[in-house]
């Protein structure tokens, strides 16, 4: 019985419960888990959080940042994609990477029906989730954590032509020393972006969102700092772009806020 179901049972109101799920992805299958939020909220918001190139959906940093969202009201769904799940090393192609992320959204609107579904996720998985959302996939918003925005010592070769094209609101974590990411070519591809989407520069930050004991900081208070504002981010879009009055964007849309 899905979570849907669950809920339709006697009219009751049911809170989400946890679990793991093996995911039908064409011919073949992947794993992903589900973990509520650990603080009581009535958002019922879920996102549906994707790996990046060289990880999986177990690496301590994703799993770290998961569960602050989690703190922080958000459920979160994890998942492999399949070379990873295979145990390969060479990602696979995009557009096999769209069609796993399309059907574990699936999977978590039949198990869980949220109000708010928001895709993306690290890296490679988050640029997945934002090129879906510039075909018009079906989402609440995107968070993008480390987007790539090019690879490393090629500025040159930017992953930019999609964003344009993005109509959900967007919120978006890059450190300030992510070599694929130059904070200033980002900002020059913002002004071409039309929606809603939230820069969130994190001070000293690697790829990784690792800081140096020089900036006076520790990894884990990077991580919150994400959390919060990442929270803030769904409390302010009324729940992923629901709103009224629609997708304006202002210029507070553009920096850390």
């Excluded at 190139?53 to 301590?60: F, K, L, Q, T, W």
């Excluded at 450190?175 to 929606?195: A, H, I, Q, Y």
Aim: charged share 25%; aromatic share 6%.
């Amino acid at each position: 019985m899905t979570e849907r179901e669950r809920q339709q049972v006697g009219g009751e109101k049911r809170v989400p419960v946890g679990g793991e799920w093996r995911v039908p992805v064409g011919s073949e299958e992947t794993s992903a888990v589900f973990e509520p939020a650990t603080v009581e909220t009535e958002q019922g918001v879920v996102f549906v959080c994707a790996h990046g190139a060289g990880g999986n959906m177990n690496d301590r940093g994703l799993v770290q940042t998961a569960n602050a969202l989690r703190e922080r009201g958000l459920g979160v769904v994890r998942f492999n994609f399949l070379y990873k799940e295979k145990k390969s090393g060479r990602p696979d192609p995009m557009p096999r990477l769209k069609e796993c992320f399309s059907a574990v959204v699936a999977r978590a609107r039949e198990e869980l029906a949220p109000k708010t579904l928001i895709i993306g996720g690290r890296s490679m998985g988050g640029r997945a989730g934002s090129m879906l959302a510039a075909e018009g996939f079906e989402c609440d918003g995107l968070l993008l954590l480390a987007y790539p925005l090019h690879p490393p010592g090629k500025p040159d070769q930017l992953r930019d032509a999609h964003l344009p094209a993005i109509k959900v609101p967007v919120i978006c974590f890059n450190g300030t020393r992510d070599p694929f990411c130059t904070p200033s070519l980002m900002e020059e591809v913002l002004k071409r972006v039309k929606t809603d989407w939230e820069m969130h520069w994190v001070e000293g930050a690697d790829h990784s969102f690792h800081v140096p004991k020089s900036s006076g900081r520790t990894d884990a208070q990077v991580i919150a700092e994400i959390g919060d504002a990442a929270q803030a981010w769904v409390t302010r879009e009324g729940g992923g772009g629901k709103r009224e009055g629609g997708s304006g964007k202002g210029e507070e849309g553009r920096g850390n806020r």
